[in-house]
């Protein structure tokens, strides 16, 4: 029997923004509604539930919407908070620092919006199981239509396990975490990952290594919305090159200062063979008029050339990075 039973579960499911007002508020109006159901009916013992939204814009842009849905709140209280120290880590471990009297964190960013069941699978699933954490799939939605090359690149596709699936790690825009695990685990949200993303990586990596268990939960979907600026090849590729880097970099982070040597000497030969490999693919495409030899040569291409650079200690953008 859960520790939490006797007095309830208490939740929060946390929101991290940057300057997009209307995005967060769709986000929070799907998350709030699906808070104050799960206290109505007592659904999984949930006996409070509060939707947090972290700003990280020191001038506060998402706080009249945030306000205005406070005001129409129920059951779930809404809570607002900035935090101008810049980049992903500092929100996210703002976010564990504000969540003291909760049991559950549930993560969900500002782009997003829920699915209906989202959130009852999520804490059915830790419920019922007894996971540390579980994750959930993220379903692309485009602004406009993705051009062929897009569409056969699947570079908005992620992939999904049978719910129950254990997995090794998982990305924090869908990830429900016990808390009570995850403050005896002593785990914090890596501040070198900041402005580069990869902290949600190493931090479920690092949940695993202390003995927690993540599963998936196929029924607890949300959807991306996808604006027509993410659908240029350029900003695909380079996002594409850094995610690459930073999965090195977290091996790095992972890893002792004696087997450094030959994660970087692997990353660079495994780099060099996606250079190659990619390369040909994408002459195939160009010979045959292959979009998806074309696409998917051009995305191995771009990430041996993310862990090439991140062998050397190189080739990461700083996507969340911007001055103080």
């Given at each position: 029997?859960?520790?939490?039973?006797?007095?309830?579960?208490?939740?929060?499911?946390?929101?991290?923004?940057?300057r997009?007002?209307?995005?967060?508020?769709r986000?929070?109006?799907?998350?709030?509604?699906?808070?104050?159901?799960?206290?109505?009916l007592?659904?999984?013992?949930?006996?409070?539930a509060?939707?947090?939204?972290?700003?990280?814009?020191?001038?506060?842009?998402?706080?009249?919407?945030?306000?205005?849905?406070?005001?129409?709140?129920?059951?779930?209280?809404?809570?607002?908070?900035v935090e101008?120290?810049?980049?992903?880590?500092?929100?996210?471990?703002?976010?564990?620092?504000?969540?003291?009297?909760?049991?559950?964190l549930?993560?969900?960013?500002?782009?997003?919006?829920?699915?209906?069941?989202?959130?009852?699978?999520?804490?059915?699933?830790?419920?019922?199981?007894?996971?540390?954490?579980?994750?959930?799939?993220?379903?692309?939605?485009?602004?406009?239509?993705?051009d062929?090359?897009?569409?056969?690149?699947?570079?908005?596709?992620?992939?999904?396990?049978?719910?129950?699936?254990?997995?090794?790690?998982?990305?924090?825009?869908?990830?429900?975490?016990?808390?009570?695990?995850?403050?005896?685990?002593?785990?914090?949200?890596?501040?070198?990952?900041?402005?580069?993303g990869?902290?949600?990586t190493?931090?479920?990596?690092?949940?695993?290594?202390?003995?927690?268990?993540i599963?998936?939960?196929?029924?607890?979907?949300?959807?991306?919305?996808v604006p027509?600026?993410?659908?240029?090849?350029?900003?695909?590729?380079?996002?594409?090159?850094?995610?690459?880097?930073?999965?090195?970099?977290?091996?790095?982070?992972?890893?002792?200062?004696?087997?450094?040597?030959?994660?970087?000497?692997?990353?660079?030969?495994?780099?060099?063979?996606?250079?190659?490999?990619?390369?040909?693919?994408?002459a195939?495409?160009?010979?045959?008029?292959?979009?998806?030899?074309?696409?998917?040569?051009?995305?191995l291409?771009?990430?041996?050339?993310?862990?090439?650079?991140?062998?050397?200690?190189?080739?990461?953008?700083?996507?969340?990075?911007?001055?103080?």
């Open positions: 029997m859960r520790e939490q039973e006797a007095g309830g579960v208490r939740l929060t499911i946390a929101i991290p923004t940057y997009r007002p209307e995005a967060v508020g986000a929070l109006a799907g998350a709030l509604e699906q808070a104050e159901a799960q206290v109505e007592r659904a999984d013992g949930v006996r409070e509060e939707v947090l939204v972290i700003d990280n814009d020191p001038e506060a842009s998402g706080r009249d919407v945030v306000e205005q849905a406070a005001r129409g709140a129920g059951r779930a209280r809404v809570c607002y908070v101008p120290s810049p980049g992903v880590t500092a929100v996210r471990n703002r976010a564990l620092d504000e969540t003291g009297g909760s049991d559950l549930i993560f969900i960013d500002d782009d997003e919006e829920p699915e209906p069941g989202w959130l009852a699978a999520l804490v059915g699933l830790w419920r019922e199981t007894g996971c540390q954490a579980a994750a959930g799939p993220v379903i692309p939605v485009y602004e406009r239509e993705p062929v090359w897009v569409r056969a690149g699947e570079f908005f596709v992620r992939r999904s396990w049978p719910t129950g699936t254990v997995r090794p790690v998982a990305a924090s825009n869908c990830l429900l975490l016990d808390l009570g695990f995850v403050r005896r685990a002593g785990l914090r949200f890596d501040e070198a990952f900041g402005a580069t990869g902290e949600d190493l931090f479920t990596r690092r949940l695993v290594a202390a003995g927690g268990v599963r998936w939960c196929a029924e607890a979907r949300v959807r991306d919305h027509a600026s993410r659908l240029d090849h350029a900003w695909i590729l380079r996002r594409q090159r850094s995610h690459a880097a930073t999965a090195v970099r977290v091996d790095l982070a992972l890893a002792g200062p004696g087997v450094q040597a030959g994660i970087r000497l692997r990353a660079a030969a495994g780099g060099a063979a996606r250079i190659a490999v990619g390369a040909a693919r994408e195939v495409g160009a010979l045959t008029g292959s979009a998806a030899h074309r696409a998917k040569g051009a995305r291409v771009a990430r041996g050339r993310g862990m090439l650079a991140a062998s050397g200690g190189r080739g990461v953008h700083e996507e969340y990075g911007r001055s103080p």
